[in-house]
């Protein structure tokens, strides 16, 4: 099993460098669920410190397993940094994925954005909902969090590269995240958006269609 990378055409050095959280995340997903089913066969036992609804709610409505993976880890990475990650109820994402790889760098890149928004917030409980779903001739994804919300007349500078009100460093260059979000999805004949969320916060969506 190859664990999700950058496209080639992305796969500059900063990019690379982005995208390895994502990749460890993903291959933390993957040792936790290994666990679980070696525990007990065809369950999953309540497990140290890992939400088991949570875990659960994955397991059920995502059936690639990369995909599946990739969430589990950013469950991880969400309860370390005191942050709520739920899947969305009508959530139902089955069978094979063109360019899985490409989903997994939308879908990780999309939560961490919105693990960024909530975590360190006034919010009592800081929490991000993240729904995947098959659209109309592609893959449908909605990360939702319940921050401070984009400004308006920001929603288009933020899918610049390079646009961060946070500091780069040679370690974590910043910027990146949303500019490869946007990227991918129009490579796909693709959409993203980002709206306000009822009730405070973010909401934002992308469509993707088949790789050409």
Do not use: Y
């Not at 796969?11 to 990749?23: C, I, L, T």
């Not at 997903?29 to 497990?47: C, D, K, N, T, V």
């Not at 490409?102 to 890149?109: A, D, I, S």
């Amino acid at each position: 099993m190859l664990l999700p990378r950058a496209p080639t055409r992305f796969a500059d050095a900063d990019v690379r460098r982005h995208e390895r959280r994502n990749a460890l995340h993903t291959l933390q997903g993957l040792l936790e669920l290994a666990r679980h089913a070696r525990e007990r066969p065809g369950s999953f036992p309540e497990p140290t410190g890992v939400p088991l609804a949570e875990v659960g709610e994955i397991v059920q409505r995502i059936g690639h397993c990369v995909v599946r993976a990739q969430l589990v880890g950013k469950l991880l990475a969400a309860q370390e940094r005191g942050v709520r990650l739920r899947i969305s109820p009508d959530s139902c994402l089955h069978g094979d994925i063109d360019a899985a790889g490409e989903v997994v760098t939308v879908v990780g890149n999309l939560i961490d954005n919105a693990l960024d928004a909530v975590a360190g917030t006034v919010c009592a409980t800081p929490t991000v909902e993240v729904a995947l779903r098959r659209g109309r001739g592609g893959i449908e994804v909605r990360v939702s969090d319940n921050g401070t919300g984009v400004d308006p007349r920001l929603r288009q500078w933020i899918f610049d590269r390079g646009a961060s009100t946070k500091r780069s460093t040679a370690e974590r260059p910043r910027g990146i995240g949303l500019s490869l979000v946007r990227a991918i999805t129009e490579a796909r004949s693709g959409s993203v958006t980002v709206a306000d969320r009822e009730g405070g916060g973010a909401v934002f969506t992308v469509s993707m269609g088949r790789r050409s």
